[in-house]
């Protein structure tokens, strides 16, 4: 029988989780309970009233004397109380759910739930049944989820995403109950009880999906097709239309006019293409050949000025990174002194203010040689401001004609349109207000659909009139038609900052981490993911700033402004993402809202944010000074190390390398990405708590080039990680990684090693038999056999070799059957080593050379038939005199870049007759190499007709020559 103390205590526990959830519901949801909880709280203030009232009067009261004396029942008048807590937790915790959500949560819930009932076994014990029915449930509807990601456009589309998004919340509710059980946090009997009605409610959603005949209709269709949505859209051809007249008089002022410097301003409202002209004057060919040094940056409204001076230096120079500690003073000389000898071209987009321009100017020196910068902006003052001899040119809308067309290419490519659509095409180019981007959105949600006048006839009547002149309601239309596990990846955009070039693998990454990435058989989630984002691209939501070379692929995007902006507030709407910000007037950073992901800008903001951030899944830091990392460092960077146990179910944490922490933080069972600077040179043992981890990106501030930093051997326990990045690293216990430690089957891409033995490295790459990408530095001693054959994991594809401290040679040939790309620096090499090394490399498509000595002749000769499949060569301050190439050697070269080889006299005059050659660039070279590039150029175009091939020189630069001694 439960005693008086005991009913107390309950009836506490219960008024502080009422206490503690209260705080979380909304307005809106708090007055659907409020009358039963006033009752229920002066209810329970008359009872503690009542029992201190008797308990005065009468020493020991038992319970059965309260309840005489009341004339009622304790425990039952107790129960009301339970009930409306547990209602209330419940809506608390439901209503802080995001309502976008990643299509993978549930493979991640089901991979938890079983390693939740064997590590905590005992805690879990009470809800054994009911979790193994849930898995059970959730296992049965896999197939499902996979038919709303391959099958985006059945006919069931909106039923099959509204039951997939309730079956996701469904998962966040169970993980969050698992883990309350795990850490006491809630009462037994309310885990329980909600349990149960999960479980209700799943088979609630399943009798949905059944009723329809969902799973059994669509999953036909999707076996009979061999290709899906999960395929990538065809990349239509990126040259933008129009502005032909425009265009033509910009190049007269490029190239002619005034002997001064000029300023060609060009300026719009947003989405009129101004960035699109720039970018489209500046890669003409027949431009750029006229000046000495291109280069460009964009200022954003939120600038870096040592930012963007660096990505200028950069672009003048060929590497920047050994000016990068400069301050932005010496950086502006740098870049006068530069530019100062030499006739330029120089684009500066998107400037918001006159003081943005006073910072920059000063940098460009007029010596009268017809140099040129081109500048965009929204503003016509900025541009009237800037102006020099040239008026400014305000861009206009399109004309109808342009229009049509603009539509007509993003939608049918080279092909054009049937003379059925080409009427309602018109009408639907009209309603886009003139304004390109309007126009190129519109077409990403046309491509996607079949090319009927029915369908056509459906979007001109979704925009309707109001749409005219307003990108935010195309926008609007395009993100409606997204299918559900496109809409989360393009919101995720709302993270990052304006006008910020994102690097593909990192987003894909994060991606992944977030369970964006639904997985599919025979497929990794790398390919899976970059079809997500082919498709976005080829729905013109997401911009191409790069494309490999060698295979094509994405390697860098940007969005629009107009986008960007549209991805934070929709995100925010959706409890998705929010930007932690400091209020100008209230100067608070709190919210009662818990979104899933917080991007925040300044780190004492998440500071005062972390006490209501139990429920956030993601903390990505974001700072608009990219060089943030090599400036000193407020305290409270470190401090965020102490707060993050206040983010119990953080899933990525990613400082951007830009935050220094001053521990790991080993409590987050959930953690699944995390990135951040580091100040200590070796990592605690407790790191394998993180037993979740995917992806481990760490760098440290202490770390040189002779110091290495000690990894753990219980970092192979980790068997879930794919990404190891930490820099210059070695095993601690090597014994024990021999020894005891498991093989990281899921680790893909390992960086940077430090291996001082060829055993250490073998010892190493035993433990990764997957291994696809390996950067490491070698220290080796010489091997008992020279060019020992070393088998490197048979599916690398990507290999980077750094030489360490004073090493010549290396020991080894490498033989790795997939290797797609091969970077070697600082090595002493000979023609016979990259002989052998390129038999054993048939599929080699990328080779890169930095600071290699080519042997006591100074020589390389390349045979007949060696590299077959290589698409590009790059040499960079090598000491290669004497090139003997034979005829039928590179037969698919592409790219060949050569940039500091100053002993060279001569590129070889085979590569005339490559015919895949496309590209030849050469920097810092003799004379006589420029020529014989020249030579090539003319050959290939004149005799050949290859008439997209390219050679550029770029004049002397400031570039380091080093060779090993």
């Given at each position: 029988?439960?005693?008086?103390?005991?009913?107390?205590?309950?009836?506490?526990?219960?008024?502080?989780?009422?206490?503690?959830?209260?705080?979380?519901?909304?307005?809106?949801?708090?007055?659907?309970?409020?009358?039963?909880?006033?009752?229920?709280?002066?209810?329970?203030?008359?009872?503690?009233?009542?029992?201190?009232?008797?308990?005065?009067?009468?020493?020991?009261?038992?319970?059965?004397?309260?309840?005489?004396?009341?004339?009622?029942?304790?425990?039952?008048?107790?129960?009301?109380?339970?009930?409306?807590?547990?209602?209330?937790?419940?809506?608390?915790?439901?209503?802080?759910?995001?309502?976008?959500?990643?299509?993978?949560?549930?493979?991640?819930?089901?991979?938890?739930?079983?390693?939740?009932?064997g590590r905590y076994s005992d805690s879990l014990a009470f809800l054994k049944n009911q979790i193994q029915v849930i898995q059970m449930e959730f296992e049965s509807l896999q197939p499902f989820l996979k038919v709303v990601v391959e099958e985006p456009?059945?006919?069931?589309?909106?039923?099959?995403?509204?039951?997939?998004?309730?079956?996701?919340?469904?998962?966040?509710?169970?993980?969050?109950?698992?883990?309350?059980?795990?850490?006491?946090?809630?009462?037994?009997?309310?885990?329980?009880?909600?349990?149960?009605?999960?479980?209700?409610?799943?088979?609630?959603?399943?009798?949905?999906?059944?009723?329809?005949?969902?799973?059994?209709?669509?999953?036909?269709?999707?076996?009979?097709?061999?290709?899906?949505?999960?395929?990538?859209?065809?990349?239509?051809?990126?040259?933008?239309?129009?502005?032909?007249?425009?265009?033509?008089?910009?190049?007269?002022?490029?190239?002619?006019?005034?002997?001064?410097?000029?300023?060609?301003?060009?300026?719009?409202?947003?989405?009129?293409?101004?960035?699109?002209?720039?970018?489209?004057?500046?890669?003409?060919?027949?431009?750029?050949?006229?000046?000495?040094?291109?280069?460009?940056?964009?200022?954003?409204?939120?600038?870096?000025?040592?930012?963007?001076?660096?990505?200028?230096?950069?672009?003048?120079?060929?590497?920047?990174?050994?000016?990068?500690?400069?301050?932005?003073?010496?950086?502006?000389?740098?870049?006068?002194?530069?530019?100062?000898?030499?006739?330029?071209?120089?684009?500066?987009?998107?400037?918001?203010?006159?003081?943005?321009?006073?910072?920059?100017?000063?940098?460009?020196?007029?010596?009268?040689?017809?140099?040129?910068?081109?500048?965009?902006?929204?503003?016509?003052?900025?541009?009237?401001?800037?102006?020099?001899?040239?008026?400014?040119?305000?861009?206009?809308?399109?004309?109808?004609?342009?229009?049509?067309?603009?539509?007509?290419?993003?939608?049918?490519?080279?092909?054009?349109?049937?003379?059925?659509?080409?009427?309602?095409?018109?009408?639907?180019?009209?309603?886009?207000?003139?304004?390109?981007?309007?126009?190129?959105?519109?077409?990403?949600?046309?491509?996607?659909?079949?090319?009927?006048?029915?369908?056509?006839?459906?979007?001109?009547?979704?925009?309707?009139?109001?749409?005219?002149?307003?990108?935010?309601?195309?926008?609007?239309?395009?993100?409606?038609?997204?299918?559900?596990?496109?809409?989360?990846?393009?919101?995720?955009?709302?993270?990052?900052?304006?006008?910020?070039?994102?690097?593909?693998?990192?987003?894909?990454?994060?991606?992944?981490?977030?369970?964006?990435?639904?997985?599919?058989?025979?497929?990794?989630?790398?390919?899976?993911?970059?079809?997500?984002?082919?498709?976005?691209?080829?729905?013109?939501?997401?911009?191409?700033?790069?494309?490999?070379?060698?295979?094509?692929?994405?390697?860098?995007?940007?969005?629009?402004?107009?986008?960007?902006?549209?991805?934070?507030?929709?995100?925010?709407?959706?409890n998705f993402l929010l930007w932690i910000k400091r209020d100008r007037s209230t100067k608070a950073v709190y919210s009662h809202k818990q979104h899933a992901h917080l991007a925040f800008t300044e780190t004492d903001n998440l500071l005062e944010w972390?006490?209501?951030?139990?429920?956030?899944?993601?903390?990505?830091?974001?700072?608009?000074?990219?060089?943030?990392?090599?400036?000193?460092?407020?305290?409270?960077?470190?401090?965020?190390?102490?707060?993050?146990?206040?983010?119990?179910?953080?899933?990525?944490?990613?400082?951007?390398?830009?935050?220094?922490?001053?521990?790991?933080?080993?409590?987050?069972?959930?953690?699944?990405?995390?990135?951040?600077?580091?100040?200590?040179?070796?990592?605690?043992?407790?790191?394998?708590?993180?037993?979740?981890?995917?992806?481990?990106?760490?760098?440290?501030?202490?770390?040189?080039?002779?110091?290495?930093?000690?990894?753990?051997?219980?970092?192979?326990?980790?068997?879930?990680?794919?990404?190891?990045?930490?820099?210059?690293?070695?095993?601690?216990?090597?014994?024990?990684?021999?020894?005891?430690?498991?093989?990281?089957?899921?680790?893909?891409?390992?960086?940077?090693?430090?291996?001082?033995?060829?055993?250490?490295?073998?010892?190493?790459?035993?433990?990764?038999?997957?291994?696809?990408?390996?950067?490491?530095?070698?220290?080796?001693?010489?091997?008992?056999?020279?060019?020992?054959?070393?088998?490197?994991?048979?599916?690398?594809?990507?290999?980077?070799?750094?030489?360490?401290?004073?090493?010549?040679?290396?020991?080894?040939?490498?033989?790795?059957?997939?290797?797609?790309?091969?970077?070697?620096?600082?090595?002493?090499?000979?023609?016979?080593?990259?002989?052998?090394?390129?038999?054993?490399?048939?599929?080699?498509?990328?080779?890169?050379?930095?600071?290699?000595?080519?042997?006591?002749?100074?020589?390389?000769?390349?045979?007949?038939?060696?590299?077959?499949?290589?698409?590009?060569?790059?040499?960079?301050?090598?000491?290669?005199?004497?090139?003997?190439?034979?005829?039928?050697?590179?037969?698919?070269?592409?790219?060949?870049?050569?940039?500091?080889?100053?002993?060279?006299?001569?590129?070889?005059?085979?590569?005339?007759?490559?015919?895949?050659?496309?590209?030849?660039?050469?920097?810092?070279?003799?004379?006589?190499?420029?020529?014989?590039?020249?030579?090539?150029?003319?050959?290939?175009?004149?005799?050949?007709?290859?008439?997209?091939?390219?050679?550029?020189?770029?004049?002397?630069?400031?570039?380091?020559?080093?060779?090993?001694?």
């Amino acid at each position: 029988m439960v005693g008086l103390s005991d009913q107390m205590a309950n009836l506490q526990e219960m008024l502080c989780l009422l206490r503690d959830n209260l705080i979380h519901l909304p307005i809106l949801d708090l007055e659907f309970h409020l009358q039963d909880m006033d009752s229920i709280i002066v209810d329970a203030g008359l009872l503690i009233y009542s029992l201190y009232d008797i308990k005065g009067e009468k020493e020991d009261t038992t319970l059965e004397d309260i309840n005489r004396e009341l004339g009622f029942d304790l425990p039952r008048n107790i129960e009301p109380i339970k009930v409306i807590v547990y209602l209330v937790m419940q809506k608390a915790f439901q209503c802080n759910l995001p309502r976008i959500h990643g299509l993978r949560y549930v493979d991640f819930l089901l991979k938890n739930l079983k390693d939740f009932q064997g590590r905590y076994s005992d805690s879990l014990a009470f809800l054994k049944n009911q979790i193994q029915v849930i898995q059970m449930e959730f296992e049965s509807l896999q197939p499902f989820l996979k038919v709303v990601v391959e099958e985006p456009h059945n006919k069931f589309k909106r039923l099959n995403e509204d039951c997939a998004i309730q079956i996701i919340r469904k998962a966040h509710e169970v993980e969050y109950v698992v883990d309350a059980c795990i850490n006491k946090g809630i009462p037994h009997r309310c885990l329980k009880r909600w349990l149960q009605d999960i479980i209700k409610e799943i088979t609630c959603i399943k009798a949905k999906i059944q009723e329809k005949n969902i799973v059994d209709d669509t999953m036909k269709t999707v076996i009979a097709r061999t290709s899906s949505k999960l395929a990538r859209t065809p990349r239509m051809n990126e040259e933008i239309v129009g502005f032909e007249d425009v265009i033509e008089n910009l190049i007269k002022k490029l190239l002619s006019g005034t002997k001064g410097q000029d300023v060609i301003s060009i300026h719009g409202m947003p989405g009129l293409g101004k960035t699109t002209l720039a970018n489209r004057l500046y890669s003409y060919r027949s431009v750029v050949s006229q000046f000495d040094i291109c280069a460009q940056c964009c200022v954003s409204q939120v600038y870096s000025y040592k930012e963007f001076l660096l990505s200028l230096l950069c672009d003048a120079i060929g590497d920047a990174s050994v000016h990068r500690e400069l301050y932005a003073n010496k950086l502006a000389d740098k870049i006068c002194k530069t530019l100062l000898p030499r006739r330029y071209l120089i684009l500066v987009d998107d400037v918001w203010d006159n003081s943005a321009w006073d910072d920059l100017r000063g940098c460009f020196p007029d010596v009268n040689n017809r140099s040129r910068i081109i500048l965009t902006t929204r503003h016509h003052e900025v541009a009237k401001y800037a102006s020099v001899h040239s008026d400014p040119l305000h861009l206009r809308m399109f004309d109808e004609v342009e229009s049509w067309k603009l539509l007509e290419k993003k939608v049918f490519g080279e092909e054009s349109c049937s003379p059925l659509l080409k009427k309602v095409g018109l009408r639907i180019a009209k309603m886009c207000g003139q304004l390109p981007i309007s126009i190129v959105l519109v077409a990403g949600i046309l491509s996607e659909m079949e090319k009927e006048v029915e369908c056509w006839e459906q979007v001109a009547n979704n925009l309707g009139s109001h749409i005219h002149n307003d990108s935010r309601a195309i926008v609007d239309q395009s993100y409606h038609v997204l299918p559900c596990h496109l809409k989360s990846c393009f919101l995720y955009f709302g993270a990052f900052l304006e006008d910020r070039v994102i690097d593909i693998s990192r987003l894909i990454r994060l991606w992944i981490s977030e369970s964006f990435i639904k997985s599919s058989e025979g497929r990794s989630l790398e390919d899976i993911a970059e079809g997500y984002l082919e498709n976005l691209i080829g729905r013109n939501l997401v911009m191409v700033t790069q494309r490999a070379i060698s295979d094509g692929k994405v390697k860098a995007c940007r969005l629009h402004d107009v986008l960007l902006d549209f991805c934070k507030e929709r995100a925010a709407e959706e409890n998705f993402l929010l930007w932690i910000k400091r209020d100008r007037s209230t100067k608070a950073v709190y919210s009662h809202k818990q979104h899933a992901h917080l991007a925040f800008t300044e780190t004492d903001n998440l500071l005062e944010w972390s006490t209501s951030g139990s429920l956030v899944g993601s903390v990505l830091f974001k700072n608009y000074d990219q060089y943030f990392a090599h400036r000193f460092l407020s305290s409270h960077a470190f401090e965020i190390s102490h707060i993050l146990p206040h983010f119990k179910f953080l899933k990525v944490m990613d400082l951007e390398h830009q935050v220094v922490i001053d521990f790991i933080p080993t409590e987050l069972p959930y953690l699944r990405y995390f990135s951040a600077l580091i100040d200590q040179n070796s990592i605690p043992s407790s790191i394998s708590n993180l037993w979740n981890l995917e992806t481990l990106i760490l760098k440290n501030t202490s770390v040189g080039r002779d110091n290495t930093l000690l990894l753990p051997s219980t970092i192979w326990d980790m068997v879930k990680l794919r990404h190891l990045h930490i820099p210059n690293f070695s095993p601690e216990n090597e014994e024990a990684l021999l020894k005891n430690s498991a093989k990281l089957y899921d680790l893909e891409t390992l960086s940077s090693p430090y291996f001082s033995r060829v055993e250490d490295a073998d010892l190493m790459l035993r433990k990764t038999p997957n291994l696809q990408k390996l950067v490491c530095k070698v220290q080796c001693l010489e091997y008992p056999h020279q060019h020992h054959l070393y088998n490197f994991p048979i599916r690398l594809e990507i290999l980077e070799l750094y030489r360490s401290k004073a090493f010549k040679n290396i020991p080894f040939c490498i033989s790795a059957p997939n290797l797609k790309y091969l970077k070697l620096s600082d090595f002493y090499l000979d023609s016979q080593y990259l002989s052998e090394t390129a038999d054993h490399l048939k599929y080699l498509e990328v080779l890169i050379l930095y600071y290699v000595e080519f042997g006591d002749h100074r020589e390389w000769k390349v045979s007949n038939g060696m590299f077959p499949q290589l698409k590009i060569l790059k040499l960079k301050c090598v000491s290669l005199m004497k090139w003997i190439v034979a005829d039928d050697a590179f037969p698919n070269l592409e790219q060949l870049v050569l940039r500091g080889c100053r002993l060279l006299m001569e590129i070889p005059s085979c590569f005339m007759d490559i015919l895949s050659l496309q590209y030849i660039e050469v920097g810092n070279c003799n004379e006589s190499v420029v020529k014989s590039a020249m030579n090539i150029q003319e050959t290939q175009v004149e005799d050949n007709q290859n008439t997209n091939f390219q050679a550029r020189s770029q004049r002397e630069k400031d570039v380091e020559i080093k060779f090993i001694s």
